[in-house]
């Protein structure tokens, strides 16, 4: 399975700042996806990567508050724009492939707390 | 809204035991998934089942899938204080493109030495 890094691993905001994660794979990959983890809660995802072109999201999530960027094969980010305490959560990002394979593989995670 | 409901919500055994997790879902799928997390780090995938598949082993793992009862269960076999985590299914609903997923609930699973 792919090696999958994210920075930063944790991080303390400022409300209404911004935070851009990274997510790095160490092969190419056919598929990307970020999801939030709100605390104690389960998983939702928030949007999947394109390669090239605009991210498709969830309902609930909107590209101006989470803008995401996908230049390459092996590379994502997320950015958190204007940040509140409610978007305290950890933030994944999940790869696929190459290839249609179904599984995904995850990233450690960013833990994300703003005050 | 989660596709997926799990239970227990939280299960606690001693080491040696067995452990069984269930989950729910409610529309059709192509696969299921489970995961394991450690103490809210990333998931680690264990075992994916497809929806013309009914049982799969992978270690001191077992998996079964009933698509007429849209359930699933997750056996992990004489348990370990390592095998504390929370235990997630997730689904690829058929009708969806790609390869979204879809959380349960979790289940948190400790195991006492």
């Known amino acids: 399975s792919a090696v999958i890094s994210q920075k930063p691993s944790r991080d303390i905001c400022q409300r209404g700042t911004s935070l851009t994660i990274q997510c790095q794979v160490d092969s190419q990959v056919t598929m990307m996806f970020w999801y939030r983890q709100q605390p104690g809660q389960s998983l939702t995802l928030i949007a999947t990567?394109?390669?090239?072109?605009?991210?498709?999201?969830e309902s609930g999530f909107v590209i101006d508050k989470f803008p995401i960027s996908r230049p390459n094969l092996t590379f994502s980010t997320l950015t958190v724009s204007n940040m509140s305490p409610e978007d305290s959560s950890i933030y994944l990002c999940?790869?696929?492939?190459?290839?249609?394979?179904?599984?995904?593989?995850f990233g450690p995670g960013t833990r994300l707390t703003v005050l | 809204s989660q596709q997926g409901e799990e239970d227990p919500q939280a299960l606690s055994i001693q080491e040696g035991e067995n452990a069984t997790m269930n989950c729910s879902y409610k529309?059709?799928?192509?696969?299921l998934q489970w995961y394991r997390q450690n103490s809210g780090r990333g998931l680690v995938h264990l075992i994916l089942?497809?929806?013309?598949?009914r049982e799969k082993h992978s270690g001191r793992l077992r998996v079964t899938l009933d698509t007429s009862k849209k359930s699933s269960s997750l056996l992990i076999t004489a348990s370990r204080a390592a095998d504390t985590a929370s235990y997630f299914c997730a689904t690829t609903p058929e009708e969806t493109s790609g390869s979204r997923l879809t959380f349960g609930e979790g289940t948190q699973l400790t195991v006492n030495p």
């Open positions: 999940s790869v696929e492939g190459p290839g249609r394979t179904d599984t995904q593989y």
């Open positions: 089942i497809r929806s013309n598949e």
């Open positions: 990567a394109n390669q090239g072109s605009e991210a498709t999201y």
């Open positions: 529309t059709s799928i192509n696969n």
